[in-house]
Nanobody, 128 residues
């Protein structure tokens, strides 16, 4: 079993930056993919960034235009999402997720289909 806890969500003004954290505990050694999803008001949840915990493979939603960066500190079992040049359209609840499965690779994971574990979410609000 793995427990994920997100933190770092706050209210910021457009143009600002935030770094979200996701602390993982439990059997983290079995995790294959970890990533970030978000759900904006009135919209479906979407995968925005993910990585292979063994290194060498990452995914970022192209629509973010390089503003967000996902990273993993294996020594701290913590996943990060650096978010720069925030806009009001980034307002959402941000969720951390992880899976023990390699099936379908990152593409399947970013769709949310293979996530085994989810955090409770952290609210990010960007004002204009």
């Amino acid at each position: 079993q793995v427990h994920l806890v997100e933190s770092g969500g706050v209210s910021v003004q457009a143009g600002g930056s935030l770094r979200l954290s996701c602390a993982a505990s439990g059997r983290t050694d079995r995790l294959i993919y970890m990533g970030w999803f978000r759900q904006a008001p009135g919209k479906e949840r979407e995968g925005i960034a993910a990585l292979y915990t063994g290194g060498g493979s990452t995914y970022h939603d192209p629509s973010l235009k390089g503003r967000f960066t996902v990273s993993l500190d294996n020594t701290q079992n913590t996943l990060y999402l650096q978010m720069d040049t925030l806009t009001p359209e980034d307002t959402a609840i941000y969720y951390c997720a992880a899976t023990n499965s390699r099936a379908g690779g990152l593409p399947r994971f970013i769709l949310g289909s293979s996530a085994d574990y989810w955090g409770q979410g952290t609210q990010v609000t960007v004002s204009s």
